[in-house]
């Protein structure tokens, strides 16, 4: 427990650093990919929505902190994205899939690597929407370069979350599956 606490520590700074530090050397058209958001992805589908809560609250709070832009949104949405994410393609509690085992349910989640880049998207997604909606409540008439900015963004931070999630799945040691106790 203790190693796996201070991995994701270690992840979460990380992430942090990569964020305000390499992202933007990395852009594309002049976009950054959301590395962070990325790097949460993983841990959601990973891990799972304690260590999403964890990792999303303090990149938030960490960028709140050294880049303020708009009156706490970083401290906010980094959380309320990552758990929407989170919500939508994390598994599901040992508990939660003996219920519907029960009931008779059967829901079929795809594969964890195709649910990482999902994850992403759709937190990406939320992301650049309340990024959209802020630039339009502040007088700026949306057009098609900002939405082209906000695919690229949500394109290009899939595809980072692809890539990475096979090294920081087997960092955090995903992979080995716990033997069963008699």
Known sequence: MFGKLLKITLLTVIAYLLQVTVAFHISLW?????IAL???????IGLGRKYT??????IGYLREIMMPALGYIELIL???CAMLGA?????KSERKLEEERSSGKRTLMPHAHIRTPLCAATSVMVYEAVHLVYIYLDGVAIDSSH???A???VLYTTLLAGLLQFPTRWWLKV????KARR
């Open 78 to 80: 980094y959380p309320v």
């Open 175 to 178: 992979y080995k599956v716990k």
């Open 38 to 44: 990325a790097i949460v992805s993983i841990v959601s």
């Open 30 to 34: 002049n976009v950054a990919p959301n």
């Open 87 to 91: 919500l939508a393609f994390s598994d």
């Open 151 to 153: 695919l690229v963004d």
């Open 147 to 149: 939405l082209f900015r």
């Open 53 to 58: 809560f964890f990792m999303s609250l303090t």
